[in-house]
T-cell receptor
Framework: GEDVEQSLFLSVREGDSSVINCTYTDSSSTYLYWYKQEPGAGLQLLTYIFSNMDMKQDQRLTVLLNKKDKHLSLRIADTQTGDSAIYFCAETPSGGYNKLIFGAGTRLAVHP | DADVTQTPRNRITKTGKRIMLECSQTKGHDRMYWYRQDPGLGLRLIYYSFDVKDINKGEISDGYSVSRQAQAKFSLSLESAIPNQTALYFC???????????FGQGTRLTVV
């Protein structure tokens, strides 16, 4: 079946790196995503990675994909207070449709 | 103006009442979705539509119905609201060529 799991909370000090982890079960997933939700707002796509890649970097964000272990991570370098939000991992399951399966979300708290 | 607009933003209703949540989009996408968000559960798919004549159930469609009035409009109805339908509801659209979903700001529904 389709399942995406994430830890619920992460607390980091401002300026440190944050690493948010996610595991998924559908080995046929074509795309894996990271979405950010700020308080009172909808979800905003941060980045995504195609399943045939193992790393993608975009400014302060680094996504690592380990297909063998079905593990996805999001690293935020130099974490700022503005990065405080809920981060959702999501996958598109096999079948080729844009139907997103979400994890429960990781709440990132950045403290001074 | 937002690309995906949900109305109302907040609603309190009584058990047993019928309520409709509306979503409109200006992105020109064929695909539209309704999700509900509950703390600790992430987003779960209620219904999705790939074009005006296509409606599909998601993982938690019981107690809900939808109507795709036009390419730009997709409404979600609760025929007889119950308290465990209290949640944050999101509408989203996607373009199959872009692998990105765009979310509305959400509707916070409380059933008392």
């Amino acid at each position: 079946g389709e399942d995406v799991e994430q830890s619920l909370f992460l607390s980091v000090r401002e300026g440190d790196s944050s690493v948010i982890n996610c595991t998924y079960t559908d080995s046929s997933s074509t795309y894996l995503y990271w979405y950010k939700q700020e308080p009172g707002a909808g979800l905003q796509l941060l980045t995504y990675i195609f399943s045939n890649m193992d790393m993608k970097q975009d400014q302060r964000l680094t996504v690592l994909l380990n297909k063998k272990d079905k593990h996805l991570s999001l690293r935020i370098a130099d974490t700022q207070t503005g990065d405080s939000a809920i981060y959702f991992c999501a996958e598109t399951p096999s079948g080729g449709y844009n139907k997103l399966i979400f994890g429960a979300g990781t709440r990132l708290a950045v403290h001074p | 103006d937002a690309d995906v607009t949900q109305t109302p933003r907040n609603r309190i209703t009584k058990t047993g009442k019928r309520i409709m949540l509306e979503c409109s989009q200006t992105k020109g996408h064929d695909r539209m979705y309704w999700y509900r968000q509950d703390p600790g559960l992430g987003l779960r798919l209620i219904y999705y539509s790939f074009d005006v004549k296509d409606i599909n159930k998601g993982e938690i469609s019981d107690g809900y119905s939808v109507s795709r009035q036009a390419q730009a409009k997709f409404s979600l109805s609760l025929e007889s609201a119950i308290p465990n339908q209290t949640a944050l509801y999101f509408c989203a659209t996607s373009d199959p060529g872009r692998n990105e979903a765009f979310f509305g700001q959400g509707t916070r529904l409380t059933v008392v």
